[in-house]
């Protein structure tokens, strides 16, 4: 027996997180930093990704069956914890909570951001391009709402990259994880920055 | 003639495993190097609280007084540990004293921490040697192994990694990361490791070994210094290789 299907779903679901939801998460960004190269650069990169072959295949299992399963198996991880940084208000414990906390605030903006570009796409109600973006992002709430939930979002990806590397054996000792933990810090603001960058291109035409 | 220096214990009670939580203060006189054992003591010595009422003494368990047993392990100004090392002069004042709310409580700051010894018994933490005839003296250890995993073996089933780790809770089943130690303790001799899989296996289920979320609590606790996180992860790192071995096949198995 390779396990029960408890100690599955948690490998499954660990995986998931980096492959392929990890990679789609720094590929999304890119195509949409093509933003802060004008108009016409975002209209041409989305078009790219939207004409792929079998695309729909490619949604389907790179992007939205892993992400409902990392993301409502997640959440019955995050409600099984009882936080404790009161009383140990270590490093890692914050860690540890803010990876649930941010995991919760990242499903609720991405299920929003899901229903307001590629469902109302999907539906027909609006086209994908740079208009589409800056017709959202110029509202101010909308803004800050994509600015939290984009920075939850990366913030959950280099902190589960952190785990990930513990989960499936890879940094074992403290050195190499304390040496993870700076590489994530690292991983973290670069991708908030291609992420947060392109939103304020969208939002300000900067 | 001076005022008698005293220290305040601000007491968690509890009368019975099913009765409702109070609190308690005391006062008691102070003495040079007293410990909260100590000062639990004076508190049986003369059961009256602070407003000067009789009350019943506190029950705690303790053992061996020298943090090798474990039996005295209770929450002390917010953290779990060993009240016989809790030395009173390096304490914040009041003393707040409470049991590890993870344990089903007994009485007042004794808990049961039967969970444990059953998930030693779970994650088969012996190594079998008996057989219908002598079996020899079995394979050699390496120095630099022993040593290591003799770090490991001081673990005392005390309860403070449980009640550290956010993970471990009445919502989640997680067996905690003593017993998960244990797996690599057992599994690092050349003798238990014959039995290497099966304990594997054990933790590869409810409550074993994926339930750890790497909020690290429990090495900042173990009053042993235990690597735990270390023995953690390389119980991920075995685990990850034996669903591996035994989904895809390995020698080991036909």
């Given at each position: 027996m390779?396990?029960?299907?408890?100690?599955?779903?948690?490998?499954?679901?660990?995986?998931?997180?980096?492959?392929?939801?990890?990679?789609?998460?720094?590929?999304?960004?890119?195509?949409?930093?093509?933003?802060?190269?004008?108009?016409?650069?975002?209209?041409?990169?989305?078009?790219?990704?939207?004409?792929?072959?079998y695309?729909?295949?490619?949604?389907?299992?790179?992007?939205?069956?892993p992400?409902?399963?990392?993301?409502?198996?997640?959440?019955?991880?995050?409600?099984?914890?009882?936080?404790?940084?009161?009383?140990?208000?270590?490093?890692?414990?914050?860690?540890?909570?803010?990876?649930?906390?941010?995991?919760?605030?990242?499903?609720?903006?991405?299920?929003?951001?899901?229903?307001?570009t590629?469902?109302?796409?999907?539906?027909g109600?609006?086209?994908?391009?740079?208009?589409?973006?800056?017709?959202?992002?110029?509202?101010?709430?909308?803004?800050?709402?994509y600015?939290?939930?984009?920075?939850?979002?990366?913030?959950?990806?280099?902190?589960?990259?952190?785990?990930?590397?513990?989960?499936?054996?890879?940094?074992?000792?403290?050195?190499?994880?304390?040496?993870?933990?700076?590489?994530?810090?690292?991983?973290?603001?670069?991708?908030?920055?291609?992420?947060?960058?392109?939103?304020?291109?969208?939002?300000?035409?900067? | 003639?001076?005022?008698?220096?005293?220290?305040?214990?601000?007491?968690?009670?509890?009368?019975?495993?099913?009765?409702?939580?109070?609190?308690?203060?005391?006062?008691?006189?102070?003495?040079?190097?007293m410990?909260?054992?100590?000062?639990?003591?004076?508190?049986?010595?003369?059961?009256?609280n602070a407003?000067?009422?009789?009350?019943?003494?506190?029950?705690?368990?303790?053992?061996?007084?020298?943090?090798?047993?474990?039996?005295?392990?209770?929450?002390?100004?917010?953290?779990?540990?060993?009240?016989?090392?809790a030395?009173?002069?390096?304490?914040?004042?009041?003393?707040?004293?409470?049991?590890?709310?993870?344990?089903?409580?007994?009485?007042?700051?004794?808990?049961d921490?039967?969970?444990?010894?059953?998930?030693?018994?779970?994650?088969?933490?012996?190594i079998?040697?008996?057989?219908?005839?002598?079996?020899?003296?079995?394979?050699?250890?390496?120095?630099?192994?022993?040593?290591?995993?003799?770090?490991?073996s001081?673990?005392m089933?005390?309860?403070?990694?449980?009640?550290?780790?956010?993970?471990?809770?009445?919502?989640?089943?997680?067996?905690?990361?003593?017993?998960?130690?244990?797996?690599?303790?057992?599994?690092?001799?050349?003798?238990?490791?014959?039995?290497?899989?099966?304990?594997?296996?054990?933790?590869m289920?409810?409550?074993?070994?994926?339930?750890?979320?790497?909020?690290?609590?429990?090495?900042?606790?173990?009053?042993?210094?235990?690597?735990?996180?270390?023995?953690?992860?390389?119980?991920?790192?075995?685990?990850?290789?034996?669903?591996?071995?035994?989904?895809?096949?390995?020698?080991?198995?036909?």
């Amino acid at each position: 027996m390779a396990g029960n299907r408890d100690y599955i779903n948690r490998r499954i679901h660990s995986l998931l997180g980096v492959l392929p939801i990890g990679i789609f998460l720094i590929q999304h960004l890119t195509v949409n930093f093509f933003a802060t190269r004008g108009p016409e650069a975002f209209n041409a990169a989305a078009h790219f990704m939207e004409s792929l072959p079998y695309r729909y295949v490619l949604e389907l299992f790179i992007i939205f069956l892993p992400i409902l399963f990392h993301g409502i198996y997640g959440v019955y991880i995050a409600f099984t914890a009882k936080h404790n940084v009161s009383n140990y208000g270590y490093f890692r414990n914050w860690m540890f909570m803010l990876q649930r906390y941010t995991g919760v605030i990242t499903l609720i903006f991405i299920a929003w951001h899901v229903w307001e570009t590629r469902i109302a796409i999907g539906l027909g109600w609006v086209d994908l391009n740079y208009q589409l973006m800056e017709n959202i992002l110029t509202n101010p709430f909308f803004f800050w709402f994509y600015v939290v939930g984009v920075v939850s979002t990366t913030f959950h990806f280099a902190n589960g990259l952190w785990s990930f590397f513990v989960s499936w054996g890879i940094t074992m000792t403290p050195r190499s994880q304390r040496i993870m933990t700076y590489a994530s810090i690292i991983v973290f603001l670069a991708v908030s920055y291609v992420g947060v960058r392109t939103l304020f291109t969208f939002a300000y035409g900067v | 003639m001076s005022e008698e220096k005293k220290i305040t214990l601000i007491i968690e009670r509890q009368d019975s495993p099913d009765s409702a939580p109070y609190e308690e203060t005391f006062e008691v006189p102070y003495r040079e190097n007293m410990n909260v054992i100590s000062a639990l003591m004076e508190v049986r010595r003369n059961p009256v609280n602070a407003k000067g009422e009789a009350t019943t003494p506190v029950f705690w368990d303790m053992n061996c007084l020298e943090e090798v047993c474990g039996a005295c392990s209770m929450i002390i100004n917010g953290k779990a540990r060993q009240s016989c090392t809790a030395l009173v002069d390096q304490l914040e004042q009041p003393i707040r004293l409470a049991p590890m709310s993870t344990f089903p409580i007994t009485r007042d700051l004794a808990v049961d921490r039967s969970r444990m010894f059953d998930s030693l018994k779970r994650v088969k933490s012996w190594i079998p040697i008996d057989g219908t005839y002598d079996l020899g003296p079995g394979p050699r250890m390496a120095e630099s192994k022993r040593q290591w995993a003799y770090e490991l073996s001081k673990c005392m089933t005390c309860g403070v990694c449980l009640e550290a780790c956010p993970n471990v809770n009445s919502k989640s089943d997680f067996i905690g990361p003593a017993a998960i130690s244990q797996v690599r303790l057992f599994n690092s001799h050349p003798t238990g490791e014959m039995n290497k899989s099966e304990r594997l296996q054990s933790v590869m289920g409810d409550g074993g070994i994926m339930g750890c979320g790497n909020a690290q609590n429990c090495v900042q606790s173990c009053p042993k210094g235990i690597p735990l996180t270390t023995s953690l992860a390389a119980i991920y790192r075995d685990t990850a290789i034996e669903s591996f071995k035994s989904f895809f096949g390995s020698d080991n198995k036909l």
